[in-house]
């Protein structure tokens, strides 16, 4: 037989060695050496009990099962992982022996802080903001009418969803929508479940919320499948907890537990914090064999994830009068406040950071300047050179802890990860909760605490010069004019080692939520002017979604821009004539392009690999995740890439072996065929690239509709709300909840079937479609004192949290 497998049999025969090697290996040592958490089966030793977590201080609270039985759920089998109980095993079985499972202790912390710099919330009276919603006029009864039917549309599919996952997947993260299926992407702790809890209650789903309640007190945070995704845990968890509690009541309501699993959870993420410059682990080993061990914070960090926790832990200092939780989060501001001043491109946030403490300064090679065209009267008030020596010794002096192993820090802060290849500046996804977080901490507070609002300005003072620009669309002049405000979108610019900064009209469907945020810090800072930025911006997405022949925004897309060579400011200001020729041209070039010119372009991007390797925002995310290698740029060349200059060397040769460019044979023009193309693709007019087609349930749009209604009491904001809505319904329904659909170009029928059948819907609903997509939707057709937003702030996963009220003191001196 061997002989006839060709070149197949030397990796066989390697393949048997290894296997065989592998197998004595494995099962010639004792259990302890097989497996890294093996403890011996002792069925009558019961787990350890959740204790208190890192720097918190002792209480009384222990996690109890609850005092009620869980409800009898359909499909519902008990998991330790996940609450109390044990599934029992099937007639005639007996069951298996387990090792006793894993939970997660208290222990001390190797970077304790001394009691005496401990940062309290602030202790100034809370201050009185400016109104942030506009007073609506009364309804006509056929307005009211209309908004009420669609409140109760919205409804039926909260329930559709809710309960087909509770019927399916109970206590697991999520059901998958069409096979049923239960998926557990977040630690197995039932993310869908807690991300739900205020959705049930605002909708009026006592029954649901009371049995979900009921399942949430018997959760165990102090046991985990994997590590603790710590960014997801706490605004979906811990915002969940806090949010369910604040709108159901507080101590006065049916959720009032939801404080006390609050508190437990935080108990356990206190522990990511214990690093010495107190920067959080993004990604935490929780099990005490690991906690026994000092840690660091990640050399490569996303931003978002570092910089959005202030809003849960800050809310939770305010409900249990606990300093360390706000302590916490808040020494991640300072750092950030500081770090802003020294980015790339000042006042704006990189995707990725450097938040070991351990960086070098920033680096030996030198970046071309990144140049911010504005007025004098533009101009933040922000130091351009820091925050003031002052200022600056005093925040220092905060963090309070010294690097004594750390043999290249002279910082403790933030900074550029050694090895970088670009460095992306926008607003959406790995930094877009970053800035959403300074505007809301900001009102949390009352008001009391300026830097956030500083910071705020600093970030929309550039992104408004250099992020936000007008889209090549068509009829977007005669539009302007009927709606009196332009078309935006949010752009990114791309700062290369060594090159100039480069801005193109790359957006994202995580991008839109800055029309929301955008309007809110408006009208909270009395910047009015701002409300028609963020109409603009929030219009764009409006325009995203219409132009798809689902109705639906692509996740990713790149549309041609007005003004290129400015981005920012001159886009925005500037006239913007439809072009179809322009349009064409960039997103099929090479229509346009003779031979010669193909053959080089080709050269140049395989150049471009060589040189870059082609690495993207995509790539520092899975090295930030540990997922891919971080490697220098310069690397020992690999055969293929011998080879790959090979190829290049020929292309050019061919280039110039050419003969002279001729006319096109069937007579066509450029423009023509690549009309033609465009309409083969579904391509709408304007979006020179659909980088990813894909819907995956998201919020983004829906949610700045929902502010710019709050904000304007404009009906059109209600109308397009709506569209959207019924988009994302009639593409997305499912027998068991709502799926992602795989392409937004394809059009379902008035069925919401796809040619083809189930092929373009990807099974899957990740719980913010119930948190946030749906509640957004919710709200829109609400009475405007329902989470009205004078009285409330909402997290990045949109649960709302109570505001203060002013005069009121937050904190006190410790």
Known sequence: MLPRLGQFRRPLLVFAFISIIGYFTFFSGPPTTRFRNYVPFKPDTPPPPPGHGHGTPPSDSVVHAPSEPIPSIPNFRPDPFRGPGVAKPAPGRLPKASKTPVHWQPSPEHYPLPSSIIISLPTTPVLKLPRVQAKFAPETPEAKKIRLERLEAVKTEVLHAYRSYRDKAFLHDEVRPISGRPNDPFGGKAATLVDSLDTLFLVGAEKEFEEAVKAVEGIDWTIWRGSIP?????????????????????????????????????????????????????????????????????????????????????????????????????????????????????????????????????????????????????????????????????????????????????????????????????????????????????????????????????????????????PLIPGSAAADKERGFKILLPGQVVVSRGEKPRFDGKSSHLSCFVGGMVGLGARTLAMEEDVELAKGLTEGCVWAYNSTASGLMPEEFTVGVCDSDKGGSGGIGSDCGWDERAWLKEAYPHHFQNEREQLNAQAARLEDELEFGERSIEDDELVAMGTRPNKPTKVKREPEESQLDGIIGTLKKLAKRLPPPKKPVDGRSAVEKAREQAEQDGRPKGITEVNDGRYILRPEAVESVFYLHRLTADPHWAEAGWSMFQSMIRSTRAPFGHSAIQNVLISPDDKGAFRGGDANKMDSMESFWLAETLKYAFLLFSEPDVVSLDEWVLNTEAHPFKRPKAGEVLGKKV
């Open 230 to 470: 710590v960014f997801e845990s706490n605004i979906r968890y811990l915002g969940g907890l806090l949010g369910a509690y604040d709108v159901s009541g507080g101590e006065k309501g049916p959720g009032k537990v939801l404080l006390k699993k609050a508190e437990e959870l935080a108990k356990v993420l206190m522990g990511v914090f214990d690093t010495p410059n107190r920067m959080p682990i993004l990604h935490y080993a929780w099990e005490p064999e690991e906690v026994a061990d000092p840690q660091r914070a990640p050399s490569r960090a996303v931003t978002a994830e570092l910089a959005s926790l202030s809003l849960e832990f800050t809310r939770l200092s305010q409900l249990t009068h606990n300093p360390l939780y706000y302590d916490a989060v808040h020494r991640i501001t300072i750092l950030l406040a500081e770090y802003q001043n020294r980015t790339l491109i000042p006042g704006l946030f990189p995707a990725i950071v450097d938040a070991s403490g351990c960086g070098a300064p920033l680096d030996t090679v030198k970046p071309a300047p990144v140049v911010v065209d504005m007025s004098e009267e533009e101009k933040p008030e922000y130091p351009k050179d820091g925050l003031g020596e002052e200022e600056e010794n005093r925040r220092r002096k905060l963090v309070g802890v010294e690097l004594d192993d750390c043999p290249l820090a002279n910082r403790k802060g933030l900074e550029r990860p050694n090895w970088w290849y670009n460095e992306h500046y926008q607003q959406g996804g790995m930094v877009d909760s970053a800035y959403e977080y300074l505007i809301k901490n900001y009102i949390l507070l009352g008001g009391t605490e300026p830097l956030y609002a500083e910071m705020f300005n600093f970030s929309q003072t550039v992104a408004k010069a250099r992020l936000y620009f007008r």
